[in-house]
Structures are given as C-alpha cells and as structure tokens.
C-alpha cells in the first residue's frame, strides 16, 4: 500500500500520537475559517436509483430532492435523502456518449458544477459503493477554499457559484475522498435553497412508507489511511481543526489485531472527523489494513447517525435486515450484558439493559455522559463502507441565547466497546476466509 499523498504540517504542527490516557482535550478555537457543521455526504455509485432507495428502506430516510432526467439534468443522476438535519446525496453517471454531446454543446445540465463522468466511473470500479465527498456548510466557501489552499491543501475545485444562491468549492481530504465547501448567498427577498440550486422536491409518498426510524444528524465520518500522521498534520494544517480525543492499539486492540486512531474538531465540535490507521506486527492483519486492500487505498470507513431513540432505530431496521434493509454485526456474548447494570445501571433502566441486550446494542461511557452504539456489516460488496447508529446521553449545555444543545462527542467514541466491536469483525473475517478456503482447490 503506497503512502498517502498529502502536505505535512510543519514540524512544530506535526502530530504526535500519546495515547488515550494522556491525551488532555483542549479546544484552542483555532479554525481558520467558519465551519458550521455537516452539510451532506455524497456517494458515487453505478445506479443511484436503486442504491438511494436501498438506503431509504434501510434507514428511513425518504428521498426527498432529485436532480435527474426528469429535470433536464442529462449529465448524472442524484436523489437526495434526507432524515431530520441527515443529507446523503447518491450519485451515477448517465451516458457517457451523451455526456460528451452535451460538452461539445457547451450546455450544462448537472447540478454538481465539480462532478466529472469518467472520475466517476473510474472511482466506482476503483472503490464499489463508497463516499466522494464529506460536505461541511461554511460561512463563505470562497474564503473556505482559499485558506486551505493557502495553508496546504490540494485543491479539486475551485468555488462555483450556483444560481447566485450558493457556492461549492472541494478540496483534497485523502484517498480518492474530498471535503466540499457549501455557502449560502444572503438574499433578502430569496429564501435559501432547500438542499442545492437545481434540485427539484420529490414528493415524500414516493418513498416506502413509513420512513421515519429517528435519525436526526450525522456525528462522524471516519476514514481509513495509511499512516495516520501525515493525514492528520494535513487536515489540521488547513483547517485549523483541533485534537478531539485520540486512541492507539493499547487503547482499543485485541489480542489479534488493532489500530491507531485521532480525532479532529472544529471550533463548536460539531464536525467530528476521526483518522484510523493499521497497526503491523499483530496475530491477524488489522482491519483498518484489510480495508485499505479492499477499498484500494484510503478512504471513508463509517459514518456514525445520531439517533433521537436508538430502540426504535434498531427494532425498525432490524425488521428489514433481511429484505432489503441492512444487517448488523454479530452482538457480544451475554457476559457482557450482565456487567452492564454495573457500568451504565445509573443511566439505563433494567428494561432499557434488556432491550439493548435484545438488539445488540453496545454502551459506553466517559466522564462526561453516557454512549449507545451499533455497527452494520459492511453495506456494499467489500468489506469496506459500514454505519453506525449511536445516541449520546447527557452533556446538556445552554448557548448564548439560552437554547440547549449537546456538548459534540458526549460519552466519548465507544473506547470500552473497541475490543467487542473487533472480535465480531474478526469472527466475520475469519467466515469469509473460511469459505474461500473450503472453495480453494488443493493443489
């Protein structure tokens, strides 16, 4: 595996890895330009409407916006999902015969300025079902783009304004993934756009009914790289986010296999963007390691959904697990369950122990609140892409206006968990090597 091509921080910046426990979090407020927080993620795929309507189904998020044939877009097709403040954007190309008519045409139908049609297609033969772009809203995506590129990021596309009501600008994040920059053009008589210029609503009743599990936001997207320091030094050069929390293979590895792990931040920690890396030496190879084959190269690894009631997210999407929804990761042995009333018994009900031991649900907890967890099987074909549905207990603040809100990253990222979640990935790997030994011919 190559290593990652990114600009290192200079050396006072650079980043140096110490370990859960003497890790001390700070927030420096050391943005170096308005982030607000998670605007959209977008997935490059070979049929966006099959896929978005998987989605749907599976997490109950009705598709809500497209941009398609139907709307004179000839270039790609996107259908945007949506569940409370929740945007994931599904993206395919169309002809590329047609793509090309279109260019010499000099018409411009697309709806994303910075899609490119054999980008595309290359990137899913490359990759399968996976993330293009972690989209952040900002205060000016102009000054956004700029900055980084100022302090050290590889720029991917420079600001487009889109019907002089928003403007998007991509810069390089790792791998074949980009960090997109979305702003909104104050107008006094035009209200802001429900998702991008260009995109028409979709009636809700098209989507399968009913479509409401109780995802309300994204909390992180982590991704997976080579060698965690460069990325990291490289993120935070440009952006001037913060160390949030990190971990290494002591931390959160088994006996077999393990991984070095950091956090990044902006200002108000409402954009949360953990880096994994693999560690070598270990009995097994590390999954972080089994994904960078698989994905070939880095790449976003899991978006964890905040849920409002993580019971009824689980009871709804464990009812379609097997007809078209999605399947989760083999539960930890009822031990574990048992030690529960005496790790979180202050926080969760006996009935709630019960319910979690019911669907599988793992919880965590650090000095602040309390952290309900659960992981999906990976939800393509390699086993790269997954999620994970949380809820955070605790950690309530009020802001200046009085409005109360939760304090980014409350429970912490499920450390006491790690271990569990690695040994049933470590039982799944093992299955798949299993089969494809049985099916091995001798020699």
Same mark, same amino acid.
């Given at each position: ?5 990114? #600009? ?196 809700? #009743? ?169 992981? #999906? ?6 086993? #790269? ?16 206006? /009085? ?8 429970? /912490? ?31």
């Amino acid at each position: 595996m190559g290593k990652e091509n990114v #600009t290192v921080a200079s050396s006072q910046d650079s980043f140096k890895l110490v370990g859960f426990s003497k890790f001390v979090r700070t927030n420096p407020k050391s943005d170096r330009f308005n982030v607000k927080r998670f605007h959209h993620v977008e997935f490059w795929c070979s049929d966006a409407t099959n896929t978005a309507r998987r989605f749907s189904w599976g997490l109950g998020m009705p598709i809500v916006a497209k941009s398609d044939l139907s709307t004179g877009n000839v270039t790609h097709a996107s259908y945007l999902l949506r569940s409370g403040d929740l945007n994931f954007l599904f993206t395919a190309p169309y002809s590329p015969t047609i793509a090309a008519m279109e260019n010499l045409s000099h018409t411009v139908t697309s709806s994303i300025p910075t899609f490119n049609h054999q980008n595309c297609r290359d990137f899913s033969a490359k990759h399968g079902l996976a993330v293009r772009a972690i989209a952040v809203e900002v205060e000016d995506a102009d000054v956004a783009f700029h900055t980084s590129v100022s302090h050290g990021a590889k720029p991917v596309a420079e600001p487009v304004i889109l019907d002089d009501r928003a403007v998007l600008a991509e810069v390089h994040l790792y791998g074949d993934v980009v960090l997109r920059y979305i702003s909104y053009k104050n107008h006094p008589n035009q209200e802001k756009p429900n998702f991008l210029p260009k995109f028409e609503a979709v009636d809700e #009743t098209t989507s399968f009914p009913p479509l409401d599990y109780g995802i309300r936001r994204l909390d992180h997207a982590v991704g997976n790289v080579p060698e965690l320091a460069p990325a990291v030094s490289y993120l935070k050069q440009f952006t001037g986010f913060h160390e949030f929390a990190e971990f290494t293979a002591e931390d959160v590895g088994t006996a077999e296999s393990g991984l070095n792990s950091a956090v990044l931040a902006n200002n108000s920690e409402t954009v949360l963007l953990p880096m994994n890396e693999p560690v070598f030496g270990t009995k097994r190879k590390s999954q972080i390691q089994t994904y960078l084959e698989h994905n070939e190269g880095a790449g976003l690894q899991h978006l964890a959904l905040v849920s409002r009631d993580i019971f009824e997210t689980l009871r709804e999407m464990r009812k379609r697990s097997s007809i078209g929804g999605f399947e989760f990761m083999p539960s930890p042995p009822p031990t574990y369950y048992k030690n529960l009333k005496k790790k979180a018994g202050d926080v969760l009900s006996d009935e709630q122990i019960k319910e979690c031991e019911e669907l599988g649900i793992l919880v965590d907890r650090d000095d602040q609140g309390t952290l309900l967890q659960i992981f #999906t099987k990976p939800v393509g074909d390699r086993p #790269t892409m997954f999620i994970e549905i949380i809820q955070r207990v605790g950690c309530m603040m009020k802001d200046e206006a /009085g409005r109360e809100y939760q304090k980014g990253g409350c429970g /912490g990222f499920g450390k006491g968990n790690f271990s569990e979640l690695f040994k049933s990935i470590e039982e799944y790997e093992k299955t798949l090597e299993a089969k494809r030994i049985a099916k091995t011919p001798e020699a």
